[in-house]
């Protein structure tokens, strides 16, 4: 994990001017023994207790910004770190994009526990986070009890567990292609990675 930090911060610190390599499999990406996805996706398998997750957190919203608008970018939150709370976590992520406030409570969550070193180790701590993006207990406490929250969080899991996913942040691009992110050294190589797999199928 610390190779990956080191790369994340080198990707900040180097010149963007490079042309983008040729990308190759076993280099660049894995090919994973799964179907594609009908259409183009970019899904990030992260948790809420890894700091390199949240270092990764700028990278996501360049790609956000370069990639074709035909491409969806999706999050998942897996449970294996963090011990109980890991899963709780799960579902309050899965409250907050039904409450259409995942942006800002991830952004907060991510402050709390890794600037502000607040442990978040029960629902009044997570409600609190919910408060602070502007959200009412009540509220908060509906979306997480919900049965949308629930099944949404169980898909999450389910898919942590498709992927065979034993770290984080990892990077899984149309269902079968896995970045390998230390094959590249600047911005501009880890965009482009991510938009040419975009346009693979097999």
């Given at each position: 994990?610390?190779?990956?930090?080191?790369?994340?911060?080198?990707?900040?610190?180097?010149?963007?001017?490079?042309?983008?390599?040729?990308?190759?499999?076993?280099?660049?990406?894995?090919?994973?023994?799964?179907?594609?996805?009908?259409?183009?996706?970019?899904?990030?398998?992260?948790?809420?207790?890894?700091?390199?997750?949240?270092?990764?957190?700028?990278?996501?919203?360049?790609?956000?910004?370069?990639?074709?608008?035909?491409?969806?970018?999706k999050k998942n939150h897996v449970?294996?770190?963090?011990?109980?709370?890991?899963?709780?976590?799960?579902?309050?992520?899965?409250?907050?994009?039904?409450?259409?406030?995942?942006?800002?409570?991830?952004?907060?969550?991510?402050?709390?526990?890794?600037?502000?070193?607040?442990?978040?180790?029960?629902?009044?701590?997570?409600?609190?986070?919910?408060?602070?993006?502007?959200?009412?207990?009540?509220?908060?406490?509906?979306?997480?009890?919900?049965?949308?929250?629930?099944?949404?969080?169980?898909?999450?899991?389910?898919?942590?567990?498709?992927?065979?996913?034993?770290?984080?942040?990892?990077?899984?691009?149309?269902?079968?292609?896995?970045?390998?992110?230390?094959?590249?050294?600047?911005?501009?190589?880890?965009?482009?990675l991510v938009a040419f797999l975009?346009?693979?199928?097999?």
């Amino acid at each position: 994990m610390k190779k990956i930090f080191a790369l994340f911060i080198g990707l900040f610190l180097l010149p963007l001017s490079l042309n983008a390599a040729d990308f190759e499999e076993g280099t660049h990406y894995e090919v994973l023994n799964k179907p594609a996805t009908e259409k183009p996706e970019v899904l990030e398998f992260f948790s809420f207790y890894c700091p390199h997750c949240m270092q990764f957190e700028p990278l996501m919203d360049i790609l956000k910004k370069d990639l074709d608008s035909n491409v969806s970018i999706k999050k998942n939150h897996v449970n294996f770190l963090g011990g109980n709370m890991g899963a709780k976590l799960t579902q309050a992520y899965s409250a907050a994009k039904l409450l259409d406030v995942d942006e800002d409570f991830s952004k907060e969550l991510f402050n709390q526990i890794h600037k502000q070193k607040r442990t978040i180790n029960s629902e009044q701590a997570i409600l609190n986070v919910f408060s602070k993006v502007g959200v009412s207990s009540d509220a908060a406490t509906a979306a997480l009890q919900g049965f949308s929250a629930n099944g949404m969080a169980s898909q999450m899991r389910r898919k942590t567990e498709k992927y065979q996913i034993r770290g984080v942040p990892t990077l899984i691009v149309n269902g079968k292609y896995q970045v390998k992110t230390g094959s590249v050294k600047t911005i501009e190589e880890f965009t482009s990675l991510v938009a040419f797999l975009t346009t693979k199928t097999q």
